[in-house]
């Protein structure tokens, strides 16, 4: 399986950006579809974001949609997630997985990188 290590993660202002990263250690990175999820205390964890292997397209959360960007690169064995206009219902530990079927995550977990918004 593919072994995410996320980071990129702190404490921002409403309305700011960060950027986070997952690199993945397996050989067939290219060959997986990733994906963001996040967790926000007392709160069950939720899908992001997602896209296909080659990078062609991507999906998201409603609540994320037209603030968040997904994209990869298979060359670094790297996935990034661009958050702007952050808010602070935001706020959760955001970790990155291989995606299946119905934005299900099928792979290994990572730690995690936590990203708080304050307002």
């Known amino acids: 399986q593919v072994q995410p290590v996320e980071s990129g993660g702190g404490l921002v202002q409403a309305g700011g950006s960060l950027r986070l990263s997952c690199a993945a250690s397996?050989?067939?990175?290219?060959?997986?579809?990733m994906g963001w999820y996040r967790q926000a205390p007392g709160k069950e964890r939720e899908f992001v974001a997602a896209?296909?292997?080659?990078?062609?397209?991507?999906y998201y959360a409603d609540s994320v949609k037209g603030r968040f960007t997904i994209s990869r690169d298979n060359a670094k064995n790297t996935v990034y997630l661009q958050m702007n206009s952050l808010k602070p219902e935001d706020t959760a530990i955001y970790y990155c997985?291989?995606?299946?079927?119905?934005?299900?995550?099928?792979?290994?977990w990572g730690q995690g990188t936590l990203v708080t918004v304050s307002s």
């Open positions: 896209v296909t292997w080659s990078g062609g397209r991507s």
């Open positions: 997985n291989v995606v299946g079927d119905y934005s299900d995550p099928i792979g290994a």
């Open positions: 397996g050989r067939t990175f290219s060959s997986y579809d």
